[in-house]
């Protein structure tokens, strides 16, 4: 992720968003894939923006890597 060279953890905001959580990069050629593959449907954003980061954070957590620990 351009500016955030550890990555982005779930619940982080992207360092690209701007005060109206617009993508900086959007046009860019250092857009991740993962944005620009990510396509907008009714069933992802909602009636609401409140839905629409609710159900982004949900995609977030269940995409986030896990961490094994051995015993």
Avoid: W
Wanted: hydrophobic share 35%; with cysteine; net charge negative.
């Amino acid at each position: 992720m351009p500016g955030m060279p550890n990555g982005k953890s779930a619940g982080v905001p992207c360092i690209q968003l701007d005060e109206n959580l617009a993508c900086k990069i959007f046009n860019h050629s250092e857009r991740p894939a993962v944005c620009a593959g990510l396509q907008a449907s009714f069933d992802m954003c909602g009636e609401s923006k409140e839905k629409a980061m609710f159900y982004l954070t949900q995609l977030e957590v269940a995409t986030a890597p896990t961490c094994l620990s051995s015993s």
